[in-house]
Each structure stands twice: as structure tokens, then as C-alpha cells.
């Protein structure tokens, strides 16, 4: 397994320009590459692979210069969205590809990797009869069958329902820790994201925005994608905020927070408004949906929308109650970075 | 009653269209197949039943012979078929459309290709290019080609110097054959490579194959099916021309890889019996071509449906 590094990577594409990025993965680690549709994440993926030629910057794998190489020589496996299995091949005869490619005749590896991923079931069949969770596993034990020096996946795990999708993360998972492969995978779904990968880069427009540990990028958002990407509830931009303020006065120490992009927290409990209710904020119910523990609430505070949690001793709220809510300070973060603001 | 109105409602919404589509449909395919039939029961005046059929011929039309009881209409396309003009002119034609098939496949794959998978300047101008062959009358193609290819022109004496004459040879029936027809294989692999998923063929590429590997493995098995469906068109298209052989290659004599007798392809010599005999000399004779033409056209579709093309290995259409 080898190291990976990009420096000022740049692509030109037709008038959109990516980068410079500044990329680094090591064997038995990964990398999730976010950011709004149009950001760059894809052709990312493709500059590395070789399917997109780079204007600027290096790519070394252990110090060997790749950024000229033809894709076939570089190692790098690329899964692009749609999986881009053979439909006129059975899932073992996928598999088998990266095998024939190479001459080596025996089947021995092929047969445990069918084995390993669960493929045995479904192993006759052509990709078209068969469920995305079973071609995902077919995606994934063929790039395993390559000797992928780096593994560069394109949205993992999209079409997949919750439950299945778990399974399939722990074969992700397993490829990158057990197998020490080098990954890195474009995804809009936290959860693979943040299971999978140790450390994030997140693109906006072409650019870097974020570039860092996992946790960091949960613990401080740099933007408004970023946040809501990290599971804040609410994300205001500054005027929101600022209007809030306005509205609300107990809101205000909260709105002096906010940074150039606005701020960003995680749902507060709300509960019926004690009496006298003087020091805590107030917002309107707009509508409530069932939730595990309670009821999660649209409200509104000065005309701005707030989401809450209501815990379910109460009795659920209808819609025009006040309710009062909590919220401390150190819920907040600000965020420091304009843009990214596309829900 | 409410419930009733929009029943009847629901009734014409969706039964109303449908019926009409129907009739509609089953008009146009009337008007495609009744003329046929009139051609192939077409009996001539005067003509009944024999009591003992002629004896089966060894020919090209061999197994359209009909055996002892077949019906008059019948017994009298076997006997157009055997007629050994039609047997030289029908051979001759399946031939020349050989050399048409095989020199518009080895040319507008390959076109198509680029049209499918590159963007280049001039694009438009290329795609115009194919199509045109499709709009201009033939008759029109024809005379182009003629003066092309006349002897006192720069490529037509080439033409004469490298042994390639077109005038009234295989090689002018062949030439307006491509003419003609090439286009359909050009448009044809263009769509089928344009439908082969480019995600596949790159993932081929990273897993470790060559542009040449990804197409020998994934562009082309994937596409093969819509090629060769392109190929059954493009090989009707060309042995069912009439307007540019009328100009360059009315009778073909003996050239290059033909050598037989003086002849015509078929449509020519169906013309030229029309001409000289009417419908009674010519019914006949072009049922027989329709028959063996629908006949060789249907073996074609079962066998690809089947998916045992003889040169398509089993498993490698999708």
C-alpha cells in the first residue's frame, strides 16, 4: 500500500477551474471529499484517477510522480456514480476482470472475495437483475480484486436503504481498515462520511473551504453547507440573525456571535412558556412531526424559521402556541465563512 | 349518478385514445402488408394448376420450391425464381451488397465512434455529411457519381488506371451501394456507442486496462448489438436501390471479382422485366425476391433475439 499526496492539483474544465488542492492519504486511511453539486468533488475524484488531465501541481504516489500517467498505470481505482459495472458480464465475471487483466489464472482470491462480500447468492447473475446493495458489493470486491493502490469512490451507498446501507459501510469500512487502502470517497451522506473517513475536505465553487479532521469540521463548521452537512438544525445567515435579534431581545447576546457567514446551532428544547417567561426567547409553532423522544418543531422567531425539540411530557404543541425555549451560549458556533449557504 | 358521469368520465379518458390509437395503427399496417399480399398471390391470367409441379432445381432459390400440392401462386414464384436469369442477378446482387456491407462497416464504425465519444470542430458539419446521403434523391446521387466518376474526369480516369472501373461493373453498383447505405451504419453505431455507459468503460480503465482493452472488452461487446441491427439496415437499404444503378451500372459486365455473365442487380433486372412484360412477366419474380428478402430478414431478428448470432459468441450480447 502506498502514500498519496496532491499539491496545488489544478483542473481546467471547460470554464470551471478546480483547486488548488492540497491532498494527503496513507494507506489504512480515507478521506471524504463534500460540497454542494458543482463544487468540484467529482472531477476531483477524476484528476486523480487520470481521467482528467491536470494544468497545474503534482501527484506523487511514495514520492513517484503520477500527474502524467495513463489511468491503467497509476493504481488508482476509480467507482464512478452508477458503479460502472459490465452489464453484459455476470457479478463473478466482473469481479474476475481485474484477474484476467493481469493473466492470473488462478480463481482462488476471486472465490474468497465472493465469499467475504456476500456476493456467493448472486454470483451467476448479470448487474441489471440485481439490487443496488448487491452491485455495490460487486463495485467493491471488484476494486479489491485490482490491488487498488487508492480507492476513489463516487457517492457510495446512494440509492441504498438505512438498513443495508450499514451493512455495506462496514464493508467499506473493513476495505479501508483491514485491507489498508487508501481511500477517498465523494458523498452528500454524513454518515458515510463521518464513519468512514478520519479526515474531510470540503469544496466550494472549485475551492478548498475545509481541510482537516473529521471532529473539527462537526466541532466548527467553516460555512453554511458545512453546518448543515454536520447536522446543525439551524443555520442563519447574519441578517437572519440580526432580524431575530431584533424581534427577540433575549436573543441578542446569541446574535453578537455570529461571524461573516452567520451562525449555526443544534435544535434547542422548547417547552410551554412559564409566566412571567421574561428572560427566555419565545417562537410561534408552524408545524411539528413525531420524532423518537417527543415532537421536532417549525417555529418561527421574528419572522426567521427555528427548529426545536419538544419532549413529548408536554403534550405536542399546535400550531400559532408560543413556546418558550433554552439555548446557551456555547451551542453556538459562528461561522466564519460567507457562501455554502444552498440547503 | 355522480359515481356514473365520472365513469364514463375515467371510460373515455383512457378507453377513447386508445381505441382510436388502435385504428389508426391498424390502417397504416394494413396499407404496409396488403399490397404484399396481392403481389405474392398474384396468379397471371390464363395460368392453372398443374397436375405434377416441375422438378426441384438446385439454386439459389432452392428451398423456396414448393413441393407436390402447393397452391398455383406459389408453383409460379418458384418457377421466377428459377428462371436463371433472376438466379444470376439475385446471386450477383447478394454479392456487390457483400462488398457494400463490408466496406461501410470498416469505414462508419469507426466514424461513429468518433461522433459518439469525441467533441471536435466541425462536428456538425461531419454529422450533416452522413445524413445527406439520406435526403438526396437517389436518382440525384446517382448523377453526382456520374460525374464524379466519368472517365474524362481526374478520378474517374484514377478510377480506370487502378483497375477500379465504375461504369457498368461491380464496382459502381458496390460504390452507389455504400452510397446509399453507409450512412445507416454511421448513424446506427453511433447511437450504440453513444449508449454505452462511460462510467463502465473508465472503471475498466482504472482497473488496469489500455483504450484498446476498454473498447475490446467493454466499448465494443456492449455496442455490437446495435452495430449489427444497423448492419441489417444498411444491407437492405443498399440491395433495395434502384435510382443510382439506372445511371452508373444499368447492365454490369463481367470486372474484377465478378466474372459470370452480363447482368443487373435484382431491382434493375425486376425493372426491366416490368418494362418488357408488365405485371404479368414481373409478379412472379419479385415475390420470389420479397419472400427470400423478409425470409432472410426475419432469420437475422430471431437469431438476435435468441442471442446466437453465429458470429456474435453466446453471452457476449448484453
Known sequence: ?343 | MTSTLSETGARLAHGAPRAVAIVLSASLLILFVLPIVALVTYVPPGTSAPSVPPPPRAGALAPLWPGPGAPTWLVEIAKAAGDPGAETALSFTLFASGIALAVSFVLGVPLGYLLARHRFPGRSLVEAAVALPVVVPHLVAGLALLLLFQPQSPIGSLAIQLGVPVFGTIWGVALVMIYVSAPYTVLASELSFRAVDAGAVEAARTLGASPAQAFQHVTLPLALRGILAGGILTWARAVSEIGGFLILAYSVYPSGPYQGPVTSTLSVYLYNLYQIEGIVGVASTASAFLLLAFGIFLAVRLLERWGRLPWAPRGLLP
Request: charged share 25%.
Open chain 1, 1 to 343: 500500500m502506498s502514500a498519496w499526496s496532491a499539491e496545488g492539483l489544478v483542473v481546467d474544465r471547460g470554464g470551471f477551474r478546480l483547486g488548488p488542492v492540497n491532498l494527503e492519504v496513507r494507506p489504512g486511511e480515507s478521506i471524504a471529499v463534500l460540497g454542494r453539486s458543482g463544487a468540484g468533488k467529482t472531477t476531483l475524484l477524476r484528476a486523480l484517477a487520470g481521467l482528467e488531465p491536470m494544468v497545474r501541481g503534482s501527484l506523487r504516489r511514495d514520492g513517484e510522480s503520477m500527474g502524467r500517467r495513463a489511468p491503467e498505470r497509476r493504481g488508482a481505482v476509480y467507482v464512478p456514480p452508477g458503479l460502472g459495472l459490465f452489464p453484459h458480464r455476470t457479478a463473478r465475471q466482473n469481479l474476475r476482470y481485474p484477474l484476467e487483466l493481469r493473466g492470473a489464472g488462478d480463481d482462488r482470491r476471486l472465490d474468497e472475495v465472493i465469499e467475504r462480500f456476500g456476493i456467493t447468492p448472486f454470483a451467476h447473475r448479470r448487474p441489471s437483475t440485481l439490487s443496488e446493495g448487491e452491485k455495490e458489493r460487486v463495485a467493491a470486491g471488484r476494486a479489491l480484486l485490482a490491488d487498488p493502490g487508492l480507492l476513489l469512490w463516487d457517492e457510495p451507498l446512494t440509492s441504498i436503504d438505512p438498513a443495508a446501507r450499514r451493512d455495506l459501510l462496514e464493508v467499506l469500512t473493513e476495505v479501508v481498515r483491514t485491507d489498508h487502502v487508501p481511500t477517498v470517497v465523494v458523498t452528500h451522506d454524513s454518515e458515510t462520511a463521518f464513519t468512514l473517513a478520519d479526515r474531510c475536505l470540503v469544496l466550494d465553487g472549485g475551492s478548498t473551504v475545509f481541510a482537516g479532521q473529521t471532529d473539527d469540521l462537526v466541532r466548527s463548521p467553516p460555512d453554511a453547507f458545512a453546518a448543515r452537512f454536520s447536522g446543525f438544525e439551524n443555520v442563519w445567515t447574519v441578517a437572519e440573525a440580526e432580524l431575530a435579534g431584533r424581534a427577540c431581545p433575549p436573543l441578542r447576546p446569541l446574535v453578537a456571535r455570529a461571524g461573516a457567514g452567520g451562525l449555526c446551532f443544534p435544535a434547542p428544547s422548547a417547552f410551554p412558556p412559564p409566566s412571567p417567561h421574561a428572560d427566555l426567547p419565545l417562537a410561534t409553532v408552524r408545524r411539528l412531526a413525531p420524532a423518537p423522544s417527543g415532537y421536532t418543531v417549525d417555529a418561527v422567531v421574528g419572522g426567521i424559521g427555528i427548529r426545536l425539540r419538544w419532549d413529548r411530557t408536554h403534550g405536542p404543541p399546535r400550531g400559532g402556541d408560543p413556546v418558550a425555549f433554552g439555548i446557551s451560549l456555547d451551542e453556538i458556533r459562528s461561522l466564519g465563512r460567507t457562501g455554502g449557504g444552498g440547503s
